[in-house]
């Protein structure tokens, strides 16, 4: 902990001004909000101190939030730059003031291993009957085991804040277990693979183990392909498309209903809700009074517009970043895609997931909204004349 004297934190001669009194802090604290707040006076005006612990997880919100404030025009832009140079800066100092290995990790497989051998033995059965469902069961109960044994050792600062590294995946394959992997040929399904990297691979299980460095990058290839002829399938089909002037509006009666949720939020961002007989725009500012409400939307294919698309259906979030061509965005859609299939290159472990059916297509906001839905939906039908 270290006490901030007053005056010594803050911008003299801003709105906000240096702090009027001392406070306690972290020096982790202290150091980011100098380096990534304090430097930068719109995003200081804006949000002043950040107190939260800085894991990726709330970095990632910081950073969406000035995002949002930036095409609001309450950041400027060489605030922002200053921000994301800021992340370069500091990025190599995780070097030595995070310990990422520690003498209780690199030991740690001894300990793991008792506990592994045990569970294979207890479930050989079911694993030499090829149920990779078992041997899910048996990789994450060893994780579990793992976060427990190392829980106050300084090495899982890395994890645990998401500065570096992969508990599931790098932690795993080399302490653990590789686990469930793929087969290169879909007629042999999975293999499970009970070796970890630090201990070596045995024998049997070498071949399935570096069968997995031909199906990582075979899959990734083709996968790439794919999506690169999706990319220029949906840029031919659609870079005609573009949005009209900004303010303009069609004058549809027509709407979407949507239950706005923590979950969903960002996706509503800058598009329009009807509200009586005025149109209100989702931003940061008001976003939270919207989330658990179901609302009706202004959604660009219900657009009536002749020559593209209206500014009240299309949202504001193009007009912000000040795209008009709107068509030559759409190749976005598989290049994530795409992305995403390049990135699980690096990660060739297979993660099962159990799913209800009742709960994956009618999941309790819904449930819970179900005759409001049904009465908006019973209004739409009606006002469309449809």
């Known amino acids: 902990l270290i006490t901030v004297p007053k005056g010594k934190y803050g911008i003299p001669g801003s709105k906000r001004g240096v702090n009027v009194k001392p406070f306690t802090t972290t020096v982790g604290k202290l150091i980011f909000n100098k380096i990534y707040i304090q430097q930068n006076p719109s995003i200081y005006e804006a949000f002043g101190w950040v107190d939260d ?29 200053r921000f994301i140079m800021s992340t370069q800066f500091t990025m190599p100092f995780i070097q030595f003031l995070s310990p990422s290995f520690t003498d209780a990790m690199l030991l740690s497989s001894k300990s793991i291993g008792k506990e592994k051998s045990k569970k294979l033995k207890e479930n050989k059965v079911a694993l030499d009957a090829g149920d990779i469902k078992v041997a899910d069961q048996i990789s994450n109960e060893l994780m579990d085991y793992s976060k427990e044994l190392l829980a106050n050792d300084p090495c899982m600062d890395m994890f645990n804040s998401g500065a570096g590294g992969d508990f599931g995946n790098h932690f ?11 087969d290169p040929d879909p007629n042999k399904g999975y293999n499970f693979i009970s070796s970890n990297y630090i201990d070596g691979v045995s024998e049997d299980e070498y071949a ?4 997995t460095l031909a199906e990582g990058p075979y899959s990734r290839s083709k996968k790439t392909e794919t999506g690169g002829w999706w990319e220029k399938l949906l840029l031919y ?22 239950t706005i949720t923590e979950d969903n939020v960002e996706d509503m961002m800058y598009n329009y809700v009807i509200q009586g ?9 008001n976003r939270d009074q919207f989330i658990g409400k179901t609302v009706k939307m202004r959604y660009s294919a219900m657009c009536e517009a002749k ?18 061509k709107i068509g030559v965005i759409t190749p976005q859609i598989a290049s994530r895609l795409k992305n995403l299939a390049m990135k699980a290159f690096h990660d060739s472990n297979v993660k099962l997931t159990t799913m209800d059916v009742e709960e994956a297509f009618l999941p309790d906001s819904k449930i819970a909204h179900e005759a409001h839905i049904e009465q908006l939906t019973a209004e739409a039908i009606h006002e469309s004349g449809y």
């Open 172 to 182: 795993k394959n080399m302490f653990i277990m590789k686990g469930t992997v793929r």
């Open 53 to 81: 612990i800085m894991t990726k997880k709330a970095f990632n919100k910081l950073y969406k939030k000035i995002g949002y404030l930036l095409l609001e025009g309450d950041v400027e832009r060489d605030d922002l730059k």
């Open 237 to 258: 089909a659609t870079q005609h498309l573009q949005l009209l002037e900004p303010g303009s509006d069609c004058g549809t009666k027509r709407y979407i209903i949507e």
């Open 208 to 211: 399935a183990l570096a069968n």
């Open 307 to 324: 020559n593209g698309f209206c500014n009240m259906c299309a949202g504001n979030l193009w007009y912000r970043l000040g795209i008009r």
């Open 277 to 285: 007989n005025k149109l209100v725009e989702i931003t940061s500012k």
